[in-house]
């Protein structure tokens, strides 16, 4: 993340910023969904549970969604109290010398809230994953945060979800600050990557920058990296970073989820 604030955002004392604590309200976040892909001969009832449904999390409208305060899980409802109720959690999980939110709590925590403008040279904000190093050394690896996102039914029974697709974006590095490295739960396939990443989104070959000091604004897409899961009940991210130094200014670092759309289809009781 790089310090191109707009009028929502305060500046910070390092290239990057912090949401306003507007910011850290639950996010305006909806699941919405397109036609289902059925036979004209037979069309199904509109409100027929077990048609498939082509679904993609709309950004743009109000919906049912709960942040904890703390930033450390996030859960949108598709269709609540119908037959065919879908949810997508996030949790977060910490593993070693890592914070939600900022390295000093008082600049703040938008964790597992919106972005307050569009990202990753997409029309719509992110998903915000944030998170700060406490130790006074770097970690790499052995501090970590990993993101977790899971689908249940109505009765928090896991289902399965095909063609998803999503979008992490703002992957960068500022030299003496953070250095994003991300990897993915197996079963994926990368379908695009921003100029200014590589890697192939393991833990052994991180998706990340070239260089240590490679910061991208949060609009640009060059940071960005497209992910496919043909059919998945669930799928986490892995986020930490490689910095190899600290210049004593902060350790935050910042990644947001976007473009998230997949199938469902209901099979218990069809």
């Not at 507007?22 to 037979?42: D, E, K, N, R, Y």
């Not at 307050?116 to 770097?138: N, R, V």
């Not at 996102?149 to 953070?178: E, H, K, Y």
């Amino acid at each position: 993340m790089s310090d191109h604030p707009s009028g929502a955002i305060a500046p910070r004392v390092t290239r990057r910023t912090v949401a306003r604590g507007a910011a850290w309200s639950a996010p305006a976040i909806a699941l919405c969904s397109t036609a289902p892909a059925v036979s004209a001969s037979t069309p199904p009832r509109p409100e027929d549970p077990c048609v498939p449904q082509d679904l993609v999390v709309d950004w743009s409208n109000q919906a049912v969604w709960t942040r904890d305060p703390g930033g450390a899980w996030a859960r949108a409802v598709l269709n609540a109290g119908k037959p065919n109720e879908l949810r997508m959690t996030v949790a977060t999980r910490i593993v070693g010398s890592m914070r939600l939110g900022s390295i000093d709590g008082a600049k703040g925590n938008d964790s597992l809230a919106l972005s307050p403008e569009p990202i990753g040279g997409t029309p719509d904000p992110g998903l915000t994953f944030h998170q700060s190093q406490t130790s006074a050394q770097p970690g790499g690896w052995n501090n970590r945060v990993i993101y977790s996102v899971a689908f249940t039914d109505g009765a928090g029974a896991p289902v399965v979800v095909s063609n998803l697709r999503f979008t992490i974006t703002d992957i960068d590095s500022t030299a003496g600050d953070f250095w994003d490295c991300v990897a993915l739960s197996s079963g994926f396939a990368l379908t695009s990557l921003g100029a200014g990443v590589h890697g192939s989104g393991t833990t052994s070959d991180p998706l990340r920058t070239t260089a240590e000091n490679g910061p991208v604004p949060n609009h640009s897409g060059q940071g960005s990296a497209q992910v496919f899961y043909p059919k998945t009940g669930g799928f986490s991210i892995a986020y930490w970073s490689a910095a190899t130094y600290f210049s004593g200014v902060d350790t935050d670092q910042k990644i947001f989820l976007s473009n998230i759309s997949f199938r469902y289809q209901k099979t218990i009781g069809c």
